[in-house]
DNA sequence: CATATATTTGACCAATTGGTTAAACTATTT
DNA sequence: AAATAGTTTAACCAATTGGTCAAATATATG
């Protein structure tokens, strides 16, 4: 492996990345791909031998990346509140940087079931579950934990992932969208912690629920 | 249009809708679209003149669908907290029952932003906000009210769309993804008034704000 | 019943697409 | 500098796919 050849290689991957993140694996075009790279369509299957395997090598790395960056910030010490609000920020910031990705994803993993496998060997939901049981075990029970991690996420995936429709719709109420999304920074942590401190309050009010 | 017209053009919509929500424009065949409605493959172009007609009908009814479901709910005349509450149980019940439809609005959206312009037309944003807003308007501010509704819509939509990797990800846990939904068809309401009930207490501690 | 009209089909076509191959070119090794 | 190995290309191929067409069949109409 010389040195044109990683250059060559990281040519091909950037082009696949942008055309598979764009289009999805059917409707993303060999040739695209090729033209994108600057470079015949032949060395496409020389380097990566087939569309499919090409396809793989991404989803990998972005699949990969997406969890990296996701399970890294729970991983942090510090105490909650100050946790919910720095991965809001930096969840986010981080999506905005990337904003096919979540749609990539998911559109991917529903169409095609066996990536859902490699994308969950990636993964260690559990690890997190426990780092956020630890950090509010005494004001939450168990069986809500998952709750909150969904809505966690739901909260921050979802207005990137939705990105052309929510636009859409802001535009119309004359709201700019990159602007409500770094309110949105702010005002979803607000939101989840305004949320738990209220179930504190009520768990406190009545304990024997 | 004579009666065997009218069933077998249902016929093939159907099957289109199928096949469109299963596996999107791109990847859709027309073969597969005529072999599941048990029809010759030109009969498909005698009643849609194109793939691409076709799809649009399809769009076009199922961007109606999930726009009338939500819009809908919100017209209710009831009171906020009971509003709320109401729209997560009808609206889920409504997404549980067609599991793909989102995925399918948010991919298509996504590729074609043409279908963008198709989808905005038939909702009416300003509507659902000006009835949220007469609901809300005492306790919250005018700004808050559509990170309010993104809200409601991420809580409700995403744990939906994300449903092949998230009910991976409580299998792992030992978690039923049915029963989840159906838990959170509870939860996720109260999650969002009990962040504004604690909106309400903050706000009344510190009405200069 | 015969004629016109609408529906359905099998066979076919042109274009696109993923993939191959052999030859040309470049760099490395001896 | 000759041989070897790695890289790139143009030309080509087979399969798939959306779409067409003329003939066949069913349905309605006079």
Redesign the interface.
Known sequence: MTKADKQTEEKIFDAATKIFE??????ARMQDIANRAKINKALLHYYFRSKEKLFMAVFDKLADKIFKKFSGIFEEDMPFEEKIRYFFKEHMKFLQKNP?LP?F???E???N?EL??K??SK?N??NI?AKISDDVSTSLPEE?I??LM??I???S???I??????K???Q??G?DYNQ?IK??ME??PE??L??????NV?SKNRPEQ
């Not at 764009?22 to 409707?27: I, Q, R, S």
């Not at 305004?194 to 179930?199: E, V």
């Open positions: 764009e289009k999805g694996l059917a409707a096919k749609m994803i998911l559109a993993v529903n169409r079931p859902l496998d994308f969950l993964i939901i559990s579950k809500a998952p709750h969904v809505s996420v739901s909260l995936v979802f207005p992932a939705a990105k052309p429709i929510l859409g719709i802001l119309e109420a709201i409500f309110e949105r005002v979803a939101f989840i305004s949320a738990l401190k209220q179930y009520e």
